[in-house]
């Protein structure tokens, strides 16, 4: 591949704006504040139909005509490309906690956001606007029920839809604490000098603090300030914000 020396054409695709937020998706984010924190030059475009996305999800990049898919695979493009500018600064250790805290974010704690935005009545017709209100009016009942029934499906296979809401909350909440303790003592995050594993943690947190209206996650989110303070630094840190600025 190419070396940080001669780079190449970097194109990011991410969802468009919904819920309040500039950029909705924390996997979006995250690669968005990599690509700021490397200094590499990029145009930013938009997909609202992530089934025309490759492997049917966001963000994918489109690197001199290449495309790569999924935000981890293209965190390791760029480390490639920039001859170890996102890892090679990363004891091995330091690199096993981060990749642990990125697991609990986005394999288990991504999945709540997503649950208590898409499967909460109440909170259900602010996703039909967000992601579905460009849709014929004729068309659009049909189209979110399925998306709807195909969320619901993969948060029941993932395991977390079998519990209860009142399960579910002790989850997130457990979830958040341990995050606030590692905001507080990790080896690897790092707010006024962030990398990847703090774009990862403050993309998601973004969508969470920032997200209109709140979620059932928000009250949650809120007992840990120093989250909070450290999401608001990490943005602040590379100029990127989840947030329209």
Not at 21 to 46: Q, T, Y
């Amino acid at each position: 591949m190419t070396s940080a020396a001669s780079p190449v054409a970097l194109k990011l695709v991410t969802l468009p704006p919904a819920f309040g937020m500039r950029n909705v998706s924390p996997f979006c984010l995250k690669i968005e504040m990599l690509l700021a924190n490397l200094d590499l030059p990029f145009e930013l475009g938009e997909e609202g139909d992530p089934r025309k996305a490759p492997k049917g999800k966001l963000p994918f990049l489109v690197a001199d005509g290449e495309t790569l898919a999924d935000s981890e695979l293209i965190a390791l493009y760029l480390d490639e490309l920039t001859d170890g500018g996102v890892f090679g600064g990363y004891s091995a250790a330091e690199r096993a906690e981060g990749t642990a805290i990125v697991r609990l974010i986005e394999d288990h704690l991504y999945w709540i956001m997503v649950a208590s935005r898409w499967l909460d009545d109440e909170w259900w017709p602010n996703v039909v606007e967000g992601f579905f209100g460009d849709l014929p009016g004729l068309i659009r009942p049909l189209v979110t029920r399925m998306a709807r029934k195909q969320v619901r499906q993969t948060y029941h296979l993932h395991g977390l839809g079998r519990h209860t809401l009142e399960e579910q909350r002790g989850f997130a909440e457990r979830d958040l604490e341990a995050l606030s303790s590692a905001v507080d003592g990790s080896s690897v995050l790092n707010a006024d000098s962030p990398r990847y594993f703090d774009f990862a943690l403050a993309g998601f947190l973004a969508g969470v603090y920032d997200q209109q209206p709140s979620t059932w996650v928000n009250p949650l989110a809120d007992k840990y300030p120093n989250l909070k303070q450290y999401t608001e630094q990490v943005q602040e840190s590379v100029g990127i914000w989840g947030r329209p600025t």
